[in-house]
């Protein structure tokens, strides 16, 4: 099974600031046939289902503003919010799904500080 | 617009069955895997088992494999997981989520809780 492992667990940012999340593969989840990472981003809010950010490690989802970005390749990975807002305060967390199964890093918790 | 609803949970005793339900609207839903992901009362996310768009292809964790059976009936557009064996670390808010690799639309879950 892949492990995926996210760092930090939580952390506390002031509006407006940037806040970085990492997710790190115990294998590549890059499928060389077409040079694409398979790894996604979920924002998860109190009481609610999760919510496709990122896809194929950096693919924006059509409504997902512009200040959530994602980087990384191979077994390394970054969520950043450029500038965070309230309504961003939930729990990240991220995905690969480049094999069975598929499996989910334990999740960020991204407070206002 | 993509509307996924569960139903079926409820509190059953270890050892036992539920079936749970995923109502499909507002896409093509015999053109989508579709997953199973549950989520324990205050813990992380774990996949549980996935079918294809014609169900001849499906994947299990192993936590489940064995116990749990996913199907679907595209007549209907709905999507379903038949659990047995039911054990106590088996609680949990289970959702349906489309597949297009990563998990694009998601259900709002339905709680399962097993407990004598």
């Known amino acids: 099974d892949i492990v995926m492992t996210q760092s930090p667990d939580s952390l506390a940012v002031s509006l407006g600031e940037r806040a970085t999340i990492n997710c790190k593969s115990s294998q590549s989840v890059l499928y060389s046939s077409n040079n694409k990472n398979n790894l996604a981003w979920y924002q998860q809010k109190v009481g609610q289902p999760p919510k496709l950010l990122i896809s194929?490690?950096?693919t924006r989802e059509s409504g997902v503003p512009d200040r959530f970005s994602g980087s990384g390749s191979g077994t390394d990975f970054t969520l950043i919010i450029s500038s965070l807002q309230a309504e961003d305060v939930a729990v990240y967390y991220c995905q690969q799904y480049y094999s069975i199964p598929r499996t989910f890093g334990q999740g960020t918790k991204v407070e206002i500080k | 617009e993509v509307q996924l609803v569960e139903s079926g949970g409820g509190l059953v005793q270890p050892g036992g069955s539920l079936r749970l339900s995923c109502a499909a609207s507002g896409f093509s839903f015999s053109s989508y895997g579709m997953n199973w992901v549950r989520q324990a009362p205050g813990k992380g996310l774990e996949w549980v088992s996935y079918?294809?768009?014609?169900?001849?292809?499906?994947y299990y964790a192993d936590s489940v494999k064995g116990r749990f059976t996913i199907s679907r009936d595209n007549a209907k557009n709905s999507l379903y997981l038949q659990m047995s064996s039911l054990r106590a670390e088996d609680t949990a808010v289970y959702y349906c989520?489309?597949?297009?690799?990563?998990?694009?639309?998601w259900g709002r879950g339905t709680l399962v809780t097993v407990s004598s």
């Open positions: 079918i294809s768009s014609s169900a001849s292809t499906i």
């Open positions: 989520a489309r597949s297009v690799g990563a998990c694009n639309y």
């Open positions: 194929w490690a950096s």
